[in-house]
């Protein structure tokens, strides 16, 4: 039995006893069941599984540490109101918002950050890294690192567009809806419907093979597609509100359509539709980036996360992770919205009780 | 008749009681520090307003504590000679259904839909072994007969949606009897019924509590309900005890100011108005009215409302008294009649309604919660309608707000830049009013805006609107179910039933027979303090001639009578 | 019981209309192409005589209401005309494909089906625990990830670092049934993935809400023990949820496949839909779409249609 072997497990139990001590219950059984794990897959797997499991542990703390720091520093320079809400954020969020922060960071600062041209081609194709390219080349010779910094401007630039047409649409739509009901309302229930009868990838697979995959080509697909979803939920958060007694008071002051979306509606809807936004947002992002995977996004040679998976997918025959890195960047963002999100939604739900 | 404590064994001892609750991230006391003791047999009422923490003593009494909630550890709460809070949850859960039973305020939410009634009446026996499956339902029979559910022997063969509200309320204590426990907890079990269903599920209870002896604790805010159920009577205020008594006592000699002030509340009386020397400000002609292709709410409705005048408009859920009111704001257009205002026709539709004709009529609500838009100030909550109607801006604006606030006896300079949220509920309410009043009606339409209230609070406003009433000169459409607001505020009655109008006329030939059947059955209904109410009444007229069978054997037509005849 | 049937009809009546909307829908958004559609197919070197006869194969002499109708009566009797690309008949290019794609959508839902409504059911009951905490952080995990990112993690560790299953799904006529389930582990595994991620978090979101009844509390109160508070009182009243959940996943399942089976190079509808629209070959891209929006259509409507069938009011009406 190794070294390392011996250590990790008193480690483990050492932690598992401190916990068991200081009675922090969760803890405890957190850190002891992952012992009970470690035991079988030590078993099975030995010392290299072993190895795996405190890498990923390894990695999963120096998150924490980076969104526990992230979320201080963030409540020092916000306002009063805003850090007292933040202080009740989970680390979880907090590690969404430092994802967030760093893709706009990499996004807004491209040109400078990336050491070479998007499409500058500076090495044989899959030449591997050195130190001139930190993730080596891909399928044409041309620095992985610098596509990966360029490919957060195209591929999250092009979903946040695409979101954000398709949220102003489908918003607008539902609180006039929601206003005005009547055959307005149900006219445009019936249509939401019919879109999303329609799987959303078919429904873009659909319109890229008659339209041809060009970047507006893909903006209005998406929002076609999306818009009814934003729709569909800025109805139902708007018809809890317009039943309210106050929407009532309003129109019979006379008020007009616009006043009451603009004064009356839209300030008691803004928590839910700000988290749908982050919601749809993730939906949007997946679908095109997986659009370009299957070579029907953005068109080479501009960088794109989904194409560059496509692009070097062979490697991962020979073992290499280059493939991954912009696959594993999609789902970083993704998961860092979500988690955001998902804080936003038990927040408000909190209120609610 | 007075109960005697020293007869019996102590059943329930509750020593320093403190229930926390979970809000904001901290641990907060909900309950701090009760003491109760209920002997074998005793009925206690549990009495206070909204937040005094009643019902979750309720659940404590049980040993149990509501998801986000917590008994604190020095709290001691003893059953029968049993520590509950030391007991481990098997223990605790072998009383409850047993020897504790529970009756929750809404019995329609309260029985599990997929089920039949007797099958979850019969799960406590089956369960604990105490009878055979027919044996149990036989007895679940025997209860539902002694609770006189109609149809006894066929009733609980059906799902709770088939039932009605009343008789599930019976029926779910009639399970909470099932084991015949030595306890159960009623927890507002008739607040959400209609006066006339109220009385039969009262009396219901209190039979089937007498023939057992089972001791219970009822928990409830009002008052005269209370007086009619308990031997003794403990009042609570924000967690805490206010004091402790025998009814007869607490009604007439409470010793608390709390107490005291709880007690008087139905003083307030307006004189009566009437309509000599004034002009007709709204007339409700013939109208019927339904909601698309519904059936008809307003069949035939006709009254008049004279201005500086307040027109009680008195039925039961469902009886089309709301309906009434948006026939009159024009959000529901009638299908028949028309609505004068001043001699002259208004338009059906609100829409239609011209800026003028909008300020005149303007409308209080029940909930003040969902009144105000809790996202927006107070001042513009007060001031847009200042603003819309009379063009007012700046400095004048301004002032008006400031100068509504003082009528509604708010401090301007406090409430100026608040929201809704940070306000209690009358203050809410006051705003409300404040809003009406800043369009300069003539008319406000006032929904229920009471009931959602304490009492205390609930006179305040009553007082207020008076007030403004004989200053602003202002007519009030005040629509209740409450026949005691009716007494204190109205000049005039209209009493409606399945939505026909079946009585109308001046408050004080209302109170005075002879009446309309059912506006004698209304007023019969409604429990009174004085403790010997419901004997005296079940003794006089007869429990046939009350509650749900006796309203629907009333007619709108029929030719008003005197009481006695009965 | 005649309450429940109209409104059964009446959802399958409603899922019918639909279904032809979305069928004019995918018929008429080709016309909408800008230009001929032949000129277009065949790009700018066509000549004059290659343009003509494609325009007569595709019988685009006939007004565009004429050729729908053709269209639909073809499709319901599961014939969709020609491929422009390969001449073959679309239904010998999909049809075989279809029934991979299905057994691969079943492989995966019959494994996560059973095994995500459990974990669901268990991370409920035990919520706000840690368990909970961390099942929620892991779902949300899988269900960021895009499908290729896991599936080619699961490439790398499973068949090239370990080299336990196969990377490519091909498939080969005679092969055994087990040889086959080992073929696709890799691609049904991905789905099972994402599926019982997302299918997990709705079942654990289905649950709490109905714990919270006040019926749920009253059982409580009466004594009852909590597994048959679960079993008796939570169940029966779970199935309309949960029916709703599968069949919503299962919905999923069927676009989700789309990425895979490209990831594994496997030989089902959604590869052959993806090479359609490279090479913009209308008829089997219609022919696809049509069938997945159907498929789709049928899901939503056994979700809705269970819902219905299980709810105690309507089954027990006044």
């Keep these: 039995m190794s070294i390392f072997v011996i250590a990790y497990y008193s480690l483990l139990l050492i932690a598992s006893c401190l916990a068991a001590f200081y009675n922090q219950r969760s803890a405890f059984l957190l850190v002891f069941s992952l012992t009970l794990v470690s035991f079988i897959v030590g078993i099975i797997g030995g010392a290299d599984a072993l190895k795996f499991i405190a890498a990923i542990a390894a990695a999963i703390a120096l998150a924490a540490m980076v969104s526990y ?26 590690f969404g918002m430092f994802v967030i922060f760093t893709y706009a960071i990499a996004g807004i600062f491209a040109p400078w950050i990336a050491p070479f041209g998007e499409a500058e081609v500076i090495a044989s194709a899959f030449a591997p890294a050195d130190e001139n390219m930190l993730l080596g080349a891909d399928q044409l010779g041309r620095d992985m690192f610098s596509r990966l910094i360029y490919g957060t401007r195209n591929s999250v630039g092009l979903a946040l567009t695409a979101t954000l047409l398709a949220f102003f649409v489908g918003a607008f739509l539902g609180l006039l809806a929601a206003t005005k009901g009547g055959f307005l309302d149900n006219f445009l229930g019936r249509v939401a419907d019919v879109i999303m009868s329609i799987p959303s990838l078919i429904f873009a697979l659909l319109m890229l093979s008659i339209f041809g995959p060009s970047m507006p080509v893909i903006i209005i697909a998406v929002s076609i597609i999306y818009a009814p979803r934003v729709f569909r939920l800025t109805r139902a958060v708007a018809g809890d509100v317009v039943v309210m007694d106050y929407i009532e008071a309003a129109k019979l002051r006379g008020e007009g359509t616009w006043y009451l979306i603009r004064r009356e509606i839209l300030p008691n809807s803004t928590a839910p539709l700000v988290a749908e936004f982050g919601l749809e947002f993730c939906f949007v992002f997946l679908l095109v980036a997986g659009l370009s995977f299957l070579g029907l996004g953005i068109q080479p040679p501009t960088a794109d996360w989904g194409s560059m998976v496509r692009e070097n997918a062979t490697l991962i025959s020979f073992g290499e992770i280059t493939p991954l890195i912009p696959a594993a960047a999609i789902a970083l963002l993704t998961v860092g919205v979500n988690f955001v999100v998902d804080w936003m939604l038990h927040r408000s739900s909190g209120l609610k009780e | 008749m007075p109960y005697d404590k020293t007869k019996k064994d102590v059943l329930l001892k509750i020593r320093n009681l403190k229930i926390q609750g979970y809000s904001d991230e901290s641990w907060v006391d909900i309950i701090k520090g009760v003491d109760l003791t209920l002997h074998r047999g005793e009925v206690m009422g549990l009495i206070g307003e909204s937040g005094a923490g009643k019902s979750t003593i309720g659940a404590a009494a049980m040993g149990y504590a509501r998801d986000g909630t917590r008994i604190s550890e020095d709290s001691s709460i003893e059953f029968d000679g049993m520590e509950l809070t030391t007991a481990t949850e098997g223990e605790r859960r072998a009383l409850r259904g047993n020897r504790i039973a529970y009756v929750a305020q809404s019995a329609a939410a309260s029985f599990n839909p997929a089920h039949k009634i007797i099958d979850q009446h019969t799960e406590g026996p089956l369960q604990y072994r105490l009878k055979k499956r027919m044996e149990a339902q036989e007895d679940a029979i025997d209860l539902y007969n002694r609770l006189r559910l109609p149809n006894p022997d066929e009733i609980g063969f059906r799902y709770p949606h088939q039932v009605s509200g009343g008789q599930l309320q019976r029926a779910m204590t009639a399970m909470a009897m099932s084991c015949r426990p030595d306890l159960i907890i009623f927890d507002e079990p008739t607040t959400a019924l209609d006066v006339t269903t109220q009385i039969e599920v009262l009396a219901a209870i209190r039979d089937i509590v007498d023939q057992f002896d089972t001791a219970a604790l009822y928990i409830t805010h009002d008052l005269a309900v209370v007086a009619q159920m308990a031997d003794t009577i403990k009042v609570l205020l924000k967690g805490e005890e206010v004091e402790e008594g025998s009814t007869a006592e607490m009604m007439s000699n409470p010793k608390e100011e709390y107490t005291k002030s709880l007690w008087a509340v139905r003083s307030f009386k307006s004189p009566q108005r009437s309509r000599e020397g004034r002009d007709c400000l709204i007339s409700v002609k013939n109208v019927d009215a339904a909601y698309s292709a519904g059936p008809k709410i307003l069949d035939d409705i006709s009254f008049d409302i004279y201005e500086g005048m307040t027109v009680a408009v008195v039925g039961e859920s ?46 209080i609500y029940q909930m003040a919660d969902t009144a105000l ?5 107070i001042s513009e909550i007060i001031g847009r309608p200042a603003r819309f109607y009379s063009g007012l801006k700046g400095a004048a604006l301004k002032a008006r707000v400031d100068e509504l606030l003082d009528l509604i006896e708010l401090e301007p300079s406090q409430y100026y830049n608040r929201y809704p949220p940070e306000l209690s509920g009358g203050q809410k309410q006051r705003i409300g009013i404040a809003r009406a009043l800043a369009a300069e009606p003539s008319f406000i339409v006032c929904d229920e805006v009471t009931s959602a209230l304490d009492q205390l609070v609930a006179e305040g406003i009553l007082r207020l609107l008076d007030r403004l009433q004989d200053e602003l000169n202002l007519a009030y459409m005040f629509i209740t179910h409450d026949l005691a607001t009716v007494r204190s505020i109205a000049d005039e009655v209209v009493v409606m039933q399945n939505g026909k109008v079946v009585e109308q006329g001046p408050k004080d030939e209302m109170f005075k027979p002879p009446h309309h059947p059912y506006t004698d059955l209304l007023l019969s209904s409604v429990p009174e303090m004085d403790p010997d109410w419901l004997t005296t009444l079940l003794e006089e007229r007869g429990l046939e001639n009350l509650g749900e069978s006796a309203s629907k054997q009333i007619d709108p037509e029929d030719d008003k009578i005197m009481p006695s005849d009965a | 019981m005649g309450d429940i049937l109209g409104l059964v009809a009446k959802r399958l009546g409603l899922g019918l209309v639909i279904l032809l909307v979305i069928s004019v829908i995918i018929f008429f958004m080709v016309e909408l192409l800008p230009g001929d559609i032949a000129e277009a197919v065949l790009g700018q070197g066509a000549t004059e005589e290659n343009v003509r006869n494609l325009r007569e194969q595709m019988g685009l002499n006939d ?22 690309v390969t001449q073959e008949t679309v239904m010998s290019v999909i049809g075989e494909r279809f029934r991979n794609t299905l057994f691969l959508a079943t492989y995966a839902a019959v494994i996560a089906v059973p095994f995500a409504i459990t974990l669901g059911v ?42 336990m299953f196969p990377a490519i799904a091909s498939l080969s006529d005679g092969m055994s049934f087990w040889e086959l389930l080992e073929r696709t582990f890799l691609p049904a595994l991905t789905l099972v993935l994402v599926v019982t991620a997302h299918m997990m978090r709705m079942t654990r979101a289905a649950i709490i809400n109905l714990l919270a009844s006040p019926y749920i509390e009253m059982a409580r109160l009466k004594g009852v023990p909590p597994w048959r508070v679960i079993v008796r009182h939570a169940l029966p009243n779970a199935w309309a949820p949960i029916i709703n959940v599968i069949a919503l996943n299962l919905a999923y399942l069927i676009t989700g496949v789309v990425l895979v089976e490209v990831v594994f190079v496997y030989p089902g509808i959604g590869q052959a839909l993806v090479d359609a629209v490279s090479k913009r070959d209308f008829p089997v891209v219609q022919a696809c779409c049509l069938i997945f929006a159907a498929t789709f259509i049928l899901l939503n409507l056994a979700a809705d249609v269970g819902a219905i069938l299980t709810n105690p009011r309507l089954r027990h009406p006044k």
Excluded: H
């Design chain 1, 69 to 94: 720091a992230f979320r201080e520093f963030v409540i020092i320079i916000v306002s009063n109101e805003m850090a007292k809400e933040l202080r009740t954020a989970p680390l979880t969020a907090a």
């Design chain 2, 318 to 363: 469902g009886s089309g008294k709301s309906t009434a009111a948006r026939v009159i704001t024009g959000l529901l257009p009638p299908q028949k009649g028309e609505v004068l205002f001043k001699g002259e026709p208004f338009p059906a539709d609100y829409r239609n309604r011209n800026k003028e004709q909008l300020r005149q009529c303007q409308m």
């Design chain 2, 373 to 377: 838009n809790p996202k927006v100030k």
């Design chain 3, 63 to 84: 007004p565009a209401l004429v050729r729908y109708f053709d269209w639909l009566k073809g499709a319901v009797m599961l014939d969709f005309g020609r491929s422009i």
């Design chain 3, 122 to 163: 268990v991370v409920a009951l035990l919520r706000n625990s840690i368990f909970d905490r961390v099942a929620n952080v892991l779902t949300l995990t899988s269900i960021s990830s895009p499908e290729f990112f896991l599936g080619y993690i699961l490439i790398l560790f499973f068949s090239v670092k370990w080299g």
